[in-house]
């Protein structure tokens, strides 16, 4: 059984594998072999498992049924060098690919594998030195490319006078090479997700494949060995059914289309708006609209028709829209405090208290938070607006200590308070706002509850006012050392002294002088 740090994708090759998408480019997409995604599909037909089967699974729980355990002896498999030549001559094939294939097979025989600089150096003592290139053959309805243009426009900001720059996003298919166009004020996540759902609305449905560039917003690392991609755009993926295979870096084949998209796109639109003067987003990308529906109309000077004629016959291979666009979603890491609690932009969500102290993902959108704990949600709340520090708490994720106190609340303890007397509230008053959540407070103003059935409310609220007379703040210990030692009694008892000097004093005083009158 692989780590779990190591832990293989599988639940993500069979829902590629459900959308038709090739052996390869699932192993591309998921940073794996093409043996492993052919061995995971047999062993889940084996099994009778779909991606409808296991949508609602984690990963960790598909993998333990789908690996097997293997065992690894001290020896070591030759690669067969005749048959990786002959590999290296298909398209998308490439010397990396085929040591992790090598690996894979090395790992279900028992065997050990060569290192990779070992593969490759014994490669390269077998054959010339030849590199296999991609052809890429476009079929319809399979790739959307995405990028954003190197050049980008002026508007002017008419309270300031201000020159702002405008990143323009382009979209292609590149079987028509019909485009879509729209200018955004930034790069960063949010136009790149919107960008993404309005190219989907001009297209009318979507690709099985999405090839961006290696832009952060979409990937965060994409090396020979590994692809990570960016988890909101995953997600994003994921609600239109679609795959991110992206370009390989240094590998401008790879993306050919989108460039000379660019190009085209900059001469036709870009440029062709220079002269313009633009108040607003607004007004900049109706000019983009017009100028757009131009260029996708425009014959082709080597053939026949226009990108719009090639899209008609392109579009009804398109996969249909989902049935409400993509929220966007933003994912960020946090950790369970010991109050239970993830805080998230000032705001403080609940989780299930086991598990304090656990890094979790969080999915924020507009109106809503999700909790995951690998992959499986935990917690899920209406997302909060407002001033910091605010709350929102569901019992159910509350110890059970913690529960059996939420028959009370904060306004129901600083009643029982007032009627014990002013000190007995001031010390019940600290105790709900010495806590992030006044929940917290709640176990020791209930033990303080207890005490005056213990030691009567006179004593309790003395011994209130002794422990305020010390400290702005006192402990529950505190007060709970003071009645114990007899200190409040003190009090009591000084207090009554001076009743009774006060009114002997007085009575005393008014015989006295009744007999000097005598």
Request: with cysteine.
């Amino acid at each position: 059984m692989p780590r779990k740090d190591n832990m293989k994708n599988y639940k993500e090759i069979l829902r590629l594998n459900s959308l038709g998408i090739k052996n390869t480019q699932i192993a591309l997409s998921c940073s794996c072999s093409r043996t492993t995604v052919i061995n995971t599909l047999k062993r889940a037909l084996e099994l009778e498992l779909s991606w409808e089967t296991v949508k609602d699974w984690t990963n960790e729980e598909l993998t333990k049924k789908l690996v097997p355990s293997y065992a690894i002896s001290t020896s070591y498999r030759k690669p067969d060098y005749d048959y990786i030549h002959r590999e290296m001559a298909k398209s998308g094939v490439t010397l990396s690919l085929l040591w992790i294939e090598y690996c894979d097979q090395c790992r279900g025989s028992g065997l050990l594998p060569y290192k990779q600089t070992q593969f490759n150096k014994y490669y390269r003592e077998y054959v010339h030195k030849t590199k296999a290139t991609m052809h890429l053959e476009h079929k319809p309805g399979e790739i959307m490319e995405v990028d954003w243009a190197g050049q980008k426009v002026q508007i002017t900001d008419t309270d300031t006078g201000e020159i702002v720059k405008i990143s323009i996003f382009v979209s292609v298919l590149p079987y028509s090479g019909y485009a879509y166009v729209e200018g955004f004020l930034s790069q960063n996540q949010e136009s790149w997700t919107i960008a993404h759902v309005n190219a989907y609305n001009y297209f009318g449905g979507v690709t099985r494949i999405l090839v961006p560039d290696n832009l952060k917003t979409g990937v965060l690392k994409n090396t020979r060995d590994e692809t990570v991609i960016n988890k909101t755009y995953l997600d994003l993926a994921e609600h239109y059914g679609t795959a991110i295979i992206p370009t390989r870096p240094h590998s401008p084949k790879d993306k050919a289309t989108v460039e000379k998209s660019v190009s085209v796109v900059s001469t036709w639109i870009i440029a062709a708006l220079r002269n313009n003067q633009f108040l607003s987003l607004r007004e900049l990308n109706e000019a983009i609209h017009q100028k757009l529906v131009e260029f996708n109309h425009k014959e082709f000077q080597m053939k026949d028709g226009s990108r719009a004629s090639r899209f008609e016959e392109e579009k009804m291979f398109l996969l249909p829209l989902p049935e409400r666009p993509y929220e966007l979603a933003i994912w960020k890491i946090a950790t369970v405090q010991y109050n239970y609690h993830i805080t998230v932009e000032n705001k403080n969500y609940s989780c299930p208290y086991e598990y304090i102290k656990q890094k979790v993902d969080v999915r924020i959108t507009k109106n809503i938070v999700e909790i995951f704990y690998h992959g499986t949600r935990i917690a899920s709340h209406p997302r909060l607006y407002g001033q910091s520090l605010h709350y929102s708490t569901i019992q159910e994720h509350m110890p059970p200590d913690h529960q059996k106190f939420i028959k009370w609340n904060g306004e129901r303890f600083q009643k029982w308070a007032q009627s014990i007397g002013t000190n007995t509230n001031t010390i019940v008053s600290v105790f709900l706002t010495s806590h992030k959540v006044e929940q917290q407070g709640y176990k020791s103003c209930m033990a303080l509850l207890k005490l005056a059935d213990s030691y009567s409310p006179q004593r309790l609220e003395e011994a209130c006012k002794r422990a305020l007379s010390n400290t702005a703040r006192p402990s529950l210990k505190s007060v709970q050392a003071i009645l114990k030692s007899g200190q409040d009694k003190l009090l009591i008892q000084k207090e009554e002294t001076k009743t009774e000097s006060y009114q002997y004093a007085f009575t005393r005083g008014a015989d006295y002088y009744k007999r000097g009158e005598e």
